[in-house]
């Protein structure tokens, strides 16, 4: 069996976190990390010698030596990198959110499914084991609260989107999973304080069968926090995605037990590169496939232009 050969498009944080694990992986799978790209020679050049692979600056000298690529690069591009790699006929993973519109993203998705290749969005989350380890638990939520609070200064968040794109999507994700039913209402509100566009919103989703999620997410503070609580029927559950851990509370207001749900830790990354590995060596279609991805930026960007009609325009682009 030939080796499945693979790239990175993008060196920075994420990028260089994708050829990490590449590397590491090509030791245990069928695989050949081809290299890593960026406009900025130095970023590529650093992270190719790091990771031991070649470096280019230009990915179009990538369409001839690559089976499949993970697209790392900024938000904005996405959609002109995917397109010009499935066009040539080439698996891809693009990092969320998949694009900026949702004409560029169903784009693509004519465009996977005609040439039948494999077209995976990096939702992360889907890949935590906290998430895989609540499954059974999980019976008929009724409502949802999310809490996602970060810090832009840090390296690995983007800049091309508001906290909406770049943080709330994750959740968006997991309770379109989780509900199984379409939005009927959203009150969104969200303020700039960093940068040109919203650094902390609050949503609230009603869906179709009453479930209701109620969703903050920042990138102005120190702390980072990634929570999740689904209430449901005499119980409800607390799941922590940063520190991978779940606990399910049952009983009535008198009496709540907690039970710590039994969890085998994994890197969510690794998780969701060998998944998109285990993909395109099957042709089975991913986890979190383009669709899923065209699902939650519909949702996540119904919410900005709520948020956008109540914003002053001269703090938002």
Known sequence: MEKLRIAVIGAGHLGSLHTKIYAALKHKMELDLVGVADVKKSVAKEVARKYNTN???????????????????????????????????????????????????????????????IMQVGHIERFNSAVRAVEPFLKKPKFIECQ??????????????????????????????????????????????????????????????????????????????????IFQENSYILLDFLHQEASLFQGSDKKLLKEKIKIKKKEPLKVELKSFINSVLTRKKPIVSGYEGKQALEVALAILEKINSKMNPALIS
Request: proline share 1%; aromatic share 4%; net charge neutral.
């Open 148 to 229: 996602r609070l970060g810090s832009i200064s840090r390296k690995r968040r983007i800049k091309d989107v508001g906290v909406v794109l770049d943080l709330m999507i994750h959740d968006i994700d997991i309770i379109l999973g989780l509900v199984n039913s379409t939005v009927k209402n959203i009150e969104a509100v969200g303020i700039s304080t960093v940068s040109d566009h919203e650094d902390i919103a609050n949503v609230r989703l009603t869906f179709q069968n009453n479930v209701i999620a109620d969703i903050t997410a920042s990138r102005v503070t120190k702390e980072e926090t990634r929570k999740i609580r």
């Open 55 to 117: 470096y280019f600056t230009n990915y179009n000298d990538l369409m001839d030596k690559v089976d499949a690529v993970s697209i790392v690069v900024p938000t904005s591009l996405h959609y002109a990198v995917a397109k010009d790699f499935l066009k040539a006929g080439k698996d891809v993973l693009i990092e969320k959110p998949v694009t900026k519109t949702l004409e560029e993203v169903n784009e693509l998705i004519t465009l996977a499914k005609a040439k039948d290749l």
